[in-house]
């Protein structure tokens, strides 16, 4: 190893740039499928409490009852938030859509008070609806509850389907990148396979021929890593400018996790392909290295 140092740099700097650029560029998709993993249930979360539905009130209530009863509704532990839409205020959203008031050509105003409600992420799913359903319209000033219970079921069908095809790409892509992690290092130990022969002649034991490659596809393994850090750093920082309220679910404990695991499974992946390639060249006959 180090004789390649001295003799030919440029050969070295080359072979080590390759091998570094080769590794993180994997690394950086094994953080990212890996990011995704750990911030699912806060993606799954935030999408099912965005999720609301209409609370619509009697004609007969005024503003201070509607009042009264939203605070009931906040109380109760399923309920995340609500939001008072009186009459008028349901007018001027419909006249902001349609570019009249429909009050104007029928000569009162058609709608009634709501609250939009926002439910807690574990009720927010088809099987809860029915109970809660029930208990919002046991109060004597609600009229009907609105919601659209198709789009409820398709956001949880969609959502077990993303963790199902995150955790199969994750299981596919770890496999695929120690597929390309070894073949880069066993190139790269593929030069050496005669110097690792005349090793083996002289005596040296397999773990003394090993460690010079194993020290050597570590340091490559940190500089991958963090080269691979360097680019999920710019990923997300494109991503926030983009998508502001959703990355404010990353919380930073997060992200120094997924550089701890991008900066040991660069190390890790790079020992155990590593000792594998070179006792590919230690089990070898000394005749076989030039035929291969």
């Known amino acids: 190893m180090g004789k390649n140092k001295k003799g030919n740099p440029v050969s070295f700097f080359n072979s080590r740039l390759i091998s570094v650029v080769s590794i993180s560029l994997v690394l950086f998709l094994l ?62 959203e419909m006249e902001d859509e349609l570019g009249e008031n429909p009050e104007t050509f029928l000569g009162f105003n058609p709608f009634q008070a709501s609250i939009e409600v926002n439910l807690n992420s574990k009720y927010a799913n088809p099987d809860s609806l029915p109970a809660i359903e029930k208990k919002l319209t046991s109060y004597t000033n609600v009229s009907e509850i609105l919601y659209r219970k198709d789009m409820m079921q398709m956001v949880n069908n969609n959502i077990k389907r993303v963790g199902l095809v995150l955790l199969t790409l994750a299981a596919v892509l770890m496999a695929i990148s120690f597929v390309l992690i070894s073949n880069t290092i066993r190139l790269l130990i593929y030069s050496k396979r005669f110097l690792i022969q005349t090793m083996k002649l002289v005596g040296a034991t397999s773990s003394f021929i090993r460690r010079p490659f194993i020290r050597y596809n570590i340091v490559s393994g940190i500089m991958a890593g963090f080269l691979a850090i360097l680019m999920l750093a710019g990923a997300l920082y494109y991503l926030q400018n983009e998508l502001g309220d959703l990355m404010t679910l990353i919380d930073p404990q997060i992200l120094l996790i997924v550089a701890a695991v991008v900066m040991g499974l660069g190390i890790f992946l790079s020992i155990i392909a590593t000792y594998f390639a070179v006792n590919k060249y230690l089990r070898m006959d000394g005749g076989k290295m030039y035929y291969v």
């Open 31 to 92: 953080g990212l499928i890996f990011l995704l993993g750990l911030l699912g249930n806060q993606l799954s979360d935030y999408v099912r409490e965005n999720i609301s539905f209409s609370v619509v009130l009697k004609d007969a209530q005024d503003e201070s009852d509607a009042v009264r009863l939203q605070k009931r509704l906040e109380a109760l532990p399923f309920i995340k938030s609500t939001e008072y839409i009186s009459k008028e205020q349901a007018a001027k």
